[in-house]
């Protein structure tokens, strides 16, 4: 294991409720909506040979 180290980037979340507070202000920058649904959105086709595959089986092989 890895013990890496290394120094926190904190960002203006632009939510005065948060001025201030390291933990949110060190988080990655708050997204647009739906622009990390795009990323996750799977480009898997299924084919013939997935049938006999229960749901929960095909679901595991697509994760």
Do not use: W
């Amino acid at each position: 294991m890895n013990n890496l180290i290394t120094d926190a980037e904190y960002h203006d979340t632009g939510v005065h409720a948060y001025k201030g507070n390291p933990f949110i202000e060190a988080l990655p920058p708050i997204q647009e909506p739906f622009e990390d649904t795009k990323i996750l959105i799977s480009k898997v086709t299924p084919t013939l040979d997935d049938e006999p595959y229960r749901v929960c089986r095909r679901l595991f092989y697509l994760s």
